[in-house]
């Protein structure tokens, strides 16, 4: 039906000839209306979900969790508990004090920017959902994993001594219960704030879609960052770390890396190290985190990244 | 009357600054209004999400989206 309205805006609408612009424009209208569709519908239900989760409810579900069930919790409520970098210190030692185990926390922080449902639905909108599939399940097992490896090696020395000396006030909370109205409310108003924030990615993204698929050579990157080239992950992902955006921002790159001709394992690799691993994130972690713990937590994350590059470009 | 506006210093903490300030004005009640930026200080008030408020001690808000100032005078009223 879409595909119609499209066919019916470019020929009938906009009475342009048949032709590779006109398919091109076809591809854009199509595409765009798909993706924002998708984007405000999700975005709404996930906002409703999330509305049950604040980082307050997070914190004590996960405090004194066990290793494993633990992580694999901490990982899943990153997806749903809203959470901006600008609040991860607060957050951060709210867990500890409240005796959410480091690795747990770790687990936490690493799905929140990684793992969402803007990352999630572009890559169904425009790659299809068996890829948004597979990046949301490795983007969680990439938390649950170097959370746990964070855990067993007990790092616990190298958070700095005064988030253990601080010790909550035990002030009262007194938060009005949301009504079911109040709750739809708020997600048609993080839907909308969203969606002003992403929408010139989308446009972008399909718009580089359309033109690079004419212009540039399908295998322009093959040579460098096809499957067989055994460096291509490991140069993605030194490439993604000190990059930062976040998951909407990334998407054109990723559509112009994925239409050229870089393997699918090495730019979903390239996606996780941009929006999971960034230098403003990095200093603001550094008012909690010793400059050892930073270190082993970066080297974690991108040893366990590629390794998640490697394992899509073998099976896949 | 003592009410904390605890944030780093992001433009949605300065926004909940001006509504509790507004609200505090409108309803001409006798508070300070404290801002606290340090960020051990605003954890071990218990904010995990930044804007947050706090009346007499108690947690009235925390995280986005922000109240509106009607909600926010209830907020202040109820602690009268």
């Known amino acids: 039906m879409l595909k119609d309205f499209a066919h019916y805006v470019v020929y009938s609408l906009f009475g342009m000839e048949q032709g590779r612009l006109a398919g091109a424009a076809e591809f854009f209208i199509y595409d765009t209306i798909k993706i924002f ?10 906002s409703i979900i999330r509305s ?8 004590r579900i996960l405090s004194h969790k066990r290793e494993f069930i633990g992580n694999i919790l901490a990982a899943l409520l990153g997806i749903v508990t809203p959470f901006c970098s600008c609040s991860a210190v607060p957050l951060f030692i709210g867990f500890i004090e ?3 185990p480091l690795g747990v926390t770790f687990s936490f922080l690493i799905s929140s920017p990684m793992v969402n449902e803007v990352a999630v639905v572009l890559l169904w909108g425009l790659f299809g959902w068996k890829i948004a599939l597979i990046y949301m399940g490795t983007g969680l097992l990439v938390a649950v994993v170097a959370g746990m490896i964070i855990g067993r090696l ?3 020395k190298w958070v700095e001594e005064y ?11 007194d938060i009005a219960k949301q009504t079911f109205k109040d709750r739809l409310l708020y997600a048609r108003e993080n839907t909308t704030e969203i969606l002003k924030k992403v929408w010139i990615y989308v446009f972008v993204a399909i718009g580089i879609g359309g033109f690079i698929h004419g212009y540039v050579p399908e295998d322009f990157l093959v040579k460098y960052a096809g ?4 460096f291509g992950v490991p140069i993605a992902v030194a490439l993604g770390v000190p990059l930062y955006s976040n998951a909407a921002g990334v998407i054109p790159i990723v559509y112009a890396l994925m239409e050229k001709g870089m393997s699918m394992g090495t730019v979903l690799a390239f996606m996780m190290a941009v929006t999971a691993l960034s230098l403003p994130e990095m200093i603001i972690l550094r008012k909690v985190l010793k400059v050892k713990l930073l270190v082993v937590f970066v080297s974690i994350m991108t ?3 590629i390794g998640v590059g490697y394992l899509f470009n073998a099976i896949l | 009357m003592e009410i904390k506006v605890l944030g780093p210093g992001c433009a949605n ?4 600054e001006e509504l509790a300030k507004t609200a505090v004005k409108e309803l001409g009640v006798e508070a300070t209004v404290i801002k606290i930026t340090d960020i051990g200080e605003i954890a071990m008030n218990g904010i995990l999400s930044t804007p947050g408020l706090i009346v007499n001690g108690k947690i009235k808000h925390s995280g986005k989206p922000l109240p509106s100032l009607e909600t926010v005078k209830e907020m202040i009223k109820g602690e009268e």
């Open chain 1, 37 to 46: 569709f998708l984007l405000s519908v999700i975005i709404f239900i996930v």
């Open chain 1, 52 to 59: 049950y989760f604040p980082p307050e409810k997070t914190k």
């Open chain 1, 98 to 100: 409240a005796g959410v």
């Open chain 1, 154 to 156: 007990k790092l616990e």
């Open chain 1, 163 to 173: 988030v253990y000396n601080i010790k909550s006030l035990g002030a009262a909370v």
């Open chain 1, 227 to 230: 499957p067989q080239n055994p």
């Open chain 1, 303 to 305: 040893v366990t990244i």
């Open chain 2, 13 to 16: 903490c300065f926004k909940m």
